[in-house]
């Protein structure tokens, strides 16, 4: 079995950079797929994009293509989700899941980021 | 507006029959499994189904879920109130250079 373990609440004001984490224990950190996905308030989830973290290859939603950076340290079973200038309309919960494809066995607990000024 | 296409709402009385849809195309659900989740309020989406019809440990078999061309349903039989939640579907997209699709999400509502 796999957990993942989020950081915490963030509070940023917009302009402000971010990195967010998700941590894995359990099974073994390479042998899955960690997406990230974006829930607005009262809003659906959206898929954000996915890192392999055995040789760290990512591939993003279009929507969300070079407006963040999703990447991995396999030596600390941790995964990131990163933004160099936020928005307020980056204000979400954003989830880790781990597994292949849309199949997302594993969920953490969810990060939520307030931006604000 | 999401590339999977789900009632925004659903509704039913304890212990009835509800069937929710996931409408999408040839990319995704028609050339991929469909996997559905349950999002109870405040707290992280939970894996109902996977590969269409397959329920992981622990997911009572009221749940089940069917998949037929490019449209998928997952069904809810003997409601009940804690089945009062948030489901989506979601499947692989092959297009550009591939990606996850959630639909839109329903809200189940039992009377």
């Known amino acids: 079995e796999v957990q993942l373990v989020q950081s915490g609440a963030e509070v940023k004001k917009p302009g402000e950079s971010l990195r967010i984490s998700c941590k894995g224990s359990g099974s073994s950190f390479t042998n899955y797929w960690i997406s990230w996905v974006r829930q607005m308030p009262g809003k659906g989830l959206e898929w954000m994009g996915r890192?392999?973290?055995?040789?760290?290859?990512?591939n993003y939603s279009p929507s969300f293509q070079g407006h963040v950076t999703i990447s991995a340290d396999k030596s600390i079973s941790t995964a990131y989700l990163q933004w160099s200038s936020l928005k307020a309309s980056d204000t979400a919960m954003y989830y880790c899941a781990s597994g292949w494809l849309g199949n997302f066995d594993y969920w953490g607990q969810g990060t939520l980021v307030t931006v604000s000024s | 507006q999401s590339v999977l296409t789900q009632p925004p709402s659903a509704s039913g009385t304890p212990g009835q029959r509800v069937t929710i849809s996931c409408s999408g195309s040839?990319?995704?659900?028609?050339?991929?499994?469909v996997n559905w989740y349950q999002q109870l309020p405040g707290t992280a989406p939970k894996l109902l189904i996977y590969n269409n019809n397959q329920r992981p440990s622990g997911v009572p078999d009221r749940f089940s879920g069917s998949k037929s061309g490019t449209s998928a349903s997952l069904a809810i039989s003997g409601l009940q109130s804690e089945d009062e939640a948030d489901y989506y579907c979601?499947?692989?997209?092959?297009?550009?250079?591939?990606?996850?699709?959630f639909g839109g999400g329903t809200k189940l509502t039992v009377l």
């Open positions: 890192i392999d973290p055995s040789d760290s290859y990512t």
């Open positions: 979601a499947a692989w997209d092959d297009s550009l250079n591939g990606s996850v699709v």
């Open positions: 040839s990319s995704n659900i028609g050339s991929n499994t």
